[in-house]
């Protein structure tokens, strides 16, 4: 909206229509992105690799092992879970929030994950993000993504839809 808006100079009115949106959001959306701009602030901090690959690890360990209290230590106390089926799976339908709803919810999937035969779980980055997934045999059943800030794990989300999940297994060529 702010391209459309700043650098090819459209009305919002027509950024309004162009987008979806009420012309007070785009107002809204335009003078957010001004202040961002003139600020010249990042509005992320760099992902450190390492203590990301250390919380994961520990996370992982955590969940693995059934251990409440090293989950505990990794969840922020607002942690959210959120997840998406799509409808077609289960899946919780509103998210989860705090540290402790979230780390029961966690507690059963993994304990029903190893009564699973064949079901196997291996770290993976999406969208820039550390995240687990879980396939059975060659077929997908989610993908969860964590979220981490400073030392702690403030959001999980967890892809379940089926046909999101196909995604994943279909190569892409990138080009120029």
């Given at each position: 909206?702010?391209?459309?808006?700043?650098?090819?100079?459209?009305?919002?009115?027509?950024?309004?229509?162009?987008?979806?949106?009420?012309?007070?959001?785009?107002?809204?959306?335009?003078?957010?992105?001004?202040?961002?701009?003139?600020?010249?602030?990042?509005?992320?901090?760099?992902?450190?690799?390492?203590?990301?690959?250390?919380?994961?690890?520990?996370?992982?360990?955590?969940?693995?092992?059934?251990?409440?209290?090293?989950?505990?230590?990794?969840?922020?106390?607002?942690?959210?879970?959120?997840?998406?089926?799509?409808?077609?799976?289960?899946?919780?339908?509103?998210?989860?929030?705090?540290?402790?709803?979230?780390?029961?919810?966690?507690?059963?999937?993994?304990?029903?994950?190893?009564?699973?035969?064949?079901?196997?779980?291996?770290?993976?980055?999406?969208?820039?993000?550390?995240a687990m997934v879980a396939?059975?045999?060659?077929?997908?059943?989610?993908?969860?993504?964590?979220?981490?800030?400073?030392?702690?794990?403030?959001?999980?989300?967890?892809?379940?839809?089926?046909?999101?999940?196909?995604?994943?297994?279909?190569?892409?060529?990138?080009?120029?």
């Amino acid at each position: 909206m702010f391209v459309l808006r700043e650098v090819f100079g459209f009305g919002y009115d027509e950024v309004a229509a162009a987008v979806g949106k009420s012309v007070a959001a785009v107002h809204q959306v335009a003078h957010r992105a001004r202040e961002h701009v003139q600020a010249r602030r990042r509005r992320f901090q760099p992902v450190d690799t390492a203590k990301t690959a250390r919380i994961t690890e520990q996370f992982m360990t955590a969940t693995a092992t059934g251990d409440l209290a090293g989950l505990l230590d990794l969840l922020a106390p607002d942690v959210v879970w959120t997840a998406d089926s799509g409808g077609k799976v289960t899946a919780s339908r509103r998210p989860v929030v705090g540290a402790r709803k979230v780390a029961a919810v966690l507690m059963d999937l993994f304990r029903t994950g190893r009564e699973r035969p064949g079901l196997r779980l291996q770290m993976a980055n999406y969208n820039n993000a550390p995240a687990m997934v879980a396939n059975l045999g060659d077929h997908p059943e989610g993908v969860l993504l964590i979220e981490i800030t400073g030392e702690k794990i403030t959001n999980l989300y967890v892809i379940r839809n089926p046909d999101k999940l196909v995604t994943m297994t279909v190569p892409r060529q990138i080009s120029r």
